[in-house]
């Protein structure tokens, strides 16, 4: 389904301004809050001035918004002064619009205006004409949102809309949400039993069950693989640290926020949950005088770190308080620094694409955050920018630049995935760090006999293991490749003069590593068939009388179907070939 959800901006524009046109007409005491925009929408938060909207009320706004639009009233941008700005909104009481105006640099205010001034809202829309140019709209729900994100501020209540040029346009959005629905991995790993949250724990901390917990598993053991293949060296480092250790790398000041509250022991000592595991990893460089011979120093850690998280942002496996994720740094020299990161930019495309992900992006995060200003190193900062871009450029993609700022230790760039249904989900991130050997006075002995301070590389290939699981489950609507699966084969007896045979088949699959099981409940074989189907089973193989005549099996592929009788030592070959080769499709279809 190829729908880009990006290419109505005027639809969706136009249609929150003509929303908040209607909700000043149907609710006078209301104060409009500001529009914002997300991947599939637009959404208008507002101050209702203690009435209520639910759901059922939608359709009486999208009634009013729908006859704004086949009146083609006429829409154009206009400009005040800031003070004629702040004069209108006095009048009209509306202290959000006035809070946002002193925001606003210079001394323009842009606003829109529809029918000749009856409704004026901030803000400018490109290219609007006419009411007519919302197209078709349609107002889905409604949710509370803190304003501007502050808990600390008014909760205001949010109308969530989309709009198309096209009835037909919708329609497919709705069946691009259906299928949405039945790819959504809280969805699928709730059904297959793979994790749960629980708030007796705490929300955002994930729990894994066995068939999750094995996927995450095998996921390590696969990237540590091919960072030992690579020339990294394993570490493992506690999940909490002394108050010093981030005070003086810099994380305490500017990862507060997201750091779970420090820990007071009985002797005074402060200690705070890691949130990285790069501070951690530089001490073990300095822990011992290092040569330039030593250069690059590589090292990896499947490394448990744990952020704070607001409850708002918190979304199934995508938006953790605690995640794990395939930690690597790379201290290394000037003269090493450019080809590092391109070797690791490559050895990221090289992993993200056996699994079957080939439709990348890629964003530059080159701003410099403004407590970096202050550090004298815009040369360094500079440099590392001009090298990021050119290996992009190099392996044939072009960096999108993010309007954000980077971390406060260098600029970086980010690898999207785009999923087979156009989600983009960034995985993988690779940065420079400039800053990060200074604070900590991190040195090696040069060729001259002295001491100098070198730079470090932050990467991680597949990120948190939780969110790339969750990738994982959309893209292949829970049909992951053969050797994450845990159950990977489920015999089924006919009846139960078959279990025996299913017993002995399950006991050489056992003996080959090969975990499998057996279905002894008394449903009908097409009762089996159908709940196998549902736990997404990669294998359901059939055992009658006239398989263990031959001592074969009829084997169903999961997302495939019966591929028919064959003999089991065949079967079990096939299968074995596949999980060695950590082939991404079944070898027998």
Same mark, same amino acid.
């Given at each position: 389904?190829?729908?880009?959800?990006?290419?109505?901006?005027?639809?969706?524009?136009?249609?929150?301004?003509?929303?908040?046109?209607?909700?000043?007409?149907?609710?006078?005491?209301?104060?409009?809050?500001?529009? %914002?925009?997300?991947?599939?929408?637009?959404?208008?938060?507002?101050?209702?001035?203690?009435?209520?909207?639910?759901?059922?009320?939608?359709?009486?706004?999208?009634?009013?918004?729908?006859?704004?639009?086949?009146?083609?009233?006429?829409?154009?941008? $206009?400009?005040?002064?800031?003070?004629?700005? =702040?004069?209108?909104?006095?009048?009209?009481?509306?202290?959000?619009?006035?809070?946002?105006?002193?925001?606003?640099? %210079?001394?323009?205010?842009?606003?829109?205006?529809?029918?000749? +001034?009856?409704?004026?809202?901030?803000?400018?829309?490109?290219?609007?004409?006419?009411?007519?140019?919302?197209?078709?709209?349609?107002?889905?729900?409604?949710?509370?949102?803190?304003?501007?994100?502050?808990? *600390?501020?008014?909760?205001?209540?949010?109308?969530?809309?989309?709009?198309?040029?096209?009835?037909?346009?919708?329609?497919?959005?709705?069946?691009?949400?259906?299928?949405?629905?039945? =790819?959504?991995?809280?969805?699928?790993?709730?059904?297959?039993?793979?994790?749960?949250?629980?708030?007796?724990?705490?929300?955002?901390?994930?729990?894994?069950?066995?068939?999750?917990?094995?996927?995450?598993?095998?996921?390590?053991?696969?990237?540590?693989?091919?960072?030992?293949?690579?020339?990294?060296?394993?570490?493992?480092?506690?999940?909490?640290?002394?108050?010093?250790?981030?005070?003086?790398?810099?994380?305490?000041?500017?990862?507060?926020?997201?750091?779970?509250? %420090?820990?007071?022991?009985?002797?005074?000592?402060?200690?705070?949950?890691?949130?990285? *595991?790069?501070?951690?990893?530089?001490?073990?460089?300095? *822990?011992?005088?290092?040569?330039?011979?030593?250069?690059?120093?590589?090292?990896?850690?499947?490394?448990?770190?744990?952020?704070?998280?607001?409850?708002?942002?918190?979304?199934?496996?995508?938006?953790?308080?605690?995640?794990?994720?395939?930690?690597?740094?790379?201290?290394?020299?000037?003269?090493?620094?450019?080809?590092?990161?391109?070797?690791?930019?490559?050895?990221?495309?090289?992993?993200? =694409?056996?699994?079957?992900?080939?439709?990348?992006?890629?964003?530059?995060?080159?701003?410099?955050?403004?407590?970096?200003?202050?550090?004298?190193?815009?040369?360094?900062?500079?440099?590392?920018?001009?090298?990021?871009?050119?290996?992009?450029?190099?392996?044939?993609?072009?960096?999108?630049?993010?309007?954000?700022?980077?971390?406060?230790?260098?600029?970086?760039?980010?690898?999207?995935?785009?999923?087979?249904?156009? =989600?983009?989900?960034?995985?993988?991130?690779?940065?420079?760090?400039?800053?990060?050997?200074?604070?900590?006075?991190?040195?090696?002995?040069?060729?001259?006999?002295?001491?100098?301070?070198?730079?470090?590389?932050?990467?991680?290939?597949?990120?948190?293991?939780?969110?790339? $699981?969750?990738?994982?489950?959309?893209?292949?609507?829970?049909?992951?490749?053969?050797?994450?699966?845990?159950?990977?084969?489920?015999?089924?007896?006919? *009846?139960?003069?078959?279990?025996?045979?299913?017993?002995?088949?399950?006991?050489?699959?056992?003996?080959?590593?090969?975990?499998?099981?057996?279905?002894?409940?008394?449903?009908?074989?097409?009762?089996?068939?159908?709940?196998?189907?549902?736990?997404?089973?990669?294998? $359901?193989?059939?055992?009658?009388?006239?398989?263990?005549?031959?001592?074969?099996?009829?084997?169903?592929?999961? %997302?495939? +179907?019966?591929?028919?009788?064959?003999?089991?030592?065949?079967?079990?070959?096939?299968?074995?070939?596949? $999980?060695?080769?950590?082939?991404?499709?079944?070898?027998?279809?």
């Amino acid at each position: 389904m190829n729908l880009l959800l990006s290419d109505y901006q005027l639809q969706r524009s136009t249609a929150a301004f003509l929303l908040g046109s209607v909700i000043v007409k149907m609710y006078p005491d209301a104060q409009l809050g500001s529009v %914002g925009f997300t991947e599939e929408g637009f959404y208008y938060d507002i101050d209702l001035g203690g009435s209520d909207v639910s759901e059922y009320d939608l359709l009486s706004l999208e009634e009013e918004i729908n006859q704004l639009i086949q009146k083609a009233l006429i829409i154009r941008n $206009i400009v005040k002064t800031k003070d004629e700005a =702040r004069e209108f909104f006095v009048v009209k009481e509306e202290a959000y619009k006035r809070e946002r105006i002193e925001e606003i640099k %210079g001394n323009r205010v842009a606003f829109t205006s529809m029918d000749d +001034g009856a409704f004026l809202d901030l803000g400018k829309i490109e290219g609007v004409k006419s009411s007519k140019d919302a197209g078709v709209v349609k107002l889905l729900s409604i949710s509370g949102a803190y304003w501007k994100g502050d808990e *600390n501020r008014p909760m205001l209540t949010r109308i969530f809309g989309v709009a198309f040029p096209t009835q037909e346009e919708l329609e497919l959005y709705f069946a691009y949400k259906e299928e949405m629905a039945r =790819r959504d991995h809280r969805v699928l790993a709730k059904r297959l039993n793979m994790y749960f949250s629980d708030q007796s724990v705490g929300a955002g901390l994930v729990i894994w069950q066995p068939r999750g917990a094995y996927i995450k598993q095998q996921l390590s053991r696969f990237i540590t693989d091919i960072y030992l293949e690579n020339g990294f060296m394993p570490l493992d480092t506690p999940h909490i640290s002394s108050k010093v250790l981030f005070e003086h790398s810099g994380h305490l000041d500017y990862f507060k926020n997201k750091m779970y509250h %420090g820990m007071k022991q009985p002797d005074n000592d402060q200690y705070y949950i890691k949130p990285m *595991n790069c501070p951690m990893h530089l001490l073990v460089f300095g *822990n011992k005088t290092r040569s330039y011979r030593e250069l690059p120093w590589r090292v990896m850690e499947m490394g448990t770190v744990y952020r704070y998280e607001k409850h708002s942002e918190l979304q199934g496996l995508l938006k953790t308080r605690g995640f794990t994720q395939d930690d690597c740094h790379a201290v290394v020299a000037r003269e090493h620094f450019e080809s590092e990161l391109e070797s690791q930019f490559h050895l990221i495309l090289f992993v993200l =694409r056996s699994f079957g992900l080939q439709d990348f992006e890629v964003v530059l995060h080159s701003k410099m955050p403004k407590k970096l200003q202050a550090e004298n190193v815009s040369g360094e900062w500079d440099l590392a920018v001009s090298v990021l871009k050119n290996l992009v450029r190099k392996a044939g993609y072009a960096a999108k630049e993010s309007s954000l700022p980077s971390m406060f230790y260098g600029p970086k760039i980010e690898v999207i995935v785009t999923d087979v249904v156009k =989600r983009k989900r960034q995985v993988s991130s690779l940065q420079l760090d400039i800053l990060s050997t200074k604070k900590l006075e991190i040195t090696y002995t040069g060729k001259d006999g002295l001491q100098h301070t070198p730079f470090m590389i932050h990467r991680t290939i597949l990120g948190s293991f939780e969110r790339f $699981i969750a990738i994982l489950l959309e893209h292949t609507a829970g049909i992951l490749p053969l050797w994450l699966q845990f159950e990977k084969i489920r015999f089924l007896p006919v *009846n139960s003069k078959q279990e025996f045979y299913a017993e002995t088949l399950q006991k050489k699959c056992r003996e080959v590593g090969i975990h499998s099981t057996v279905d002894y409940s008394s449903e009908p074989i097409e009762g089996k068939i159908k709940q196998a189907e549902e736990d997404k089973i990669p294998y $359901i193989v059939l055992v009658g009388e006239k398989e263990q005549k031959v001592e074969g099996v009829s084997v169903r592929v999961q %997302g495939t +179907g019966d591929i028919g009788l064959m003999r089991f030592d065949s079967f079990l070959a096939s299968v074995q070939e596949e $999980i060695a080769t950590k082939s991404i499709k079944s070898l027998l279809v």
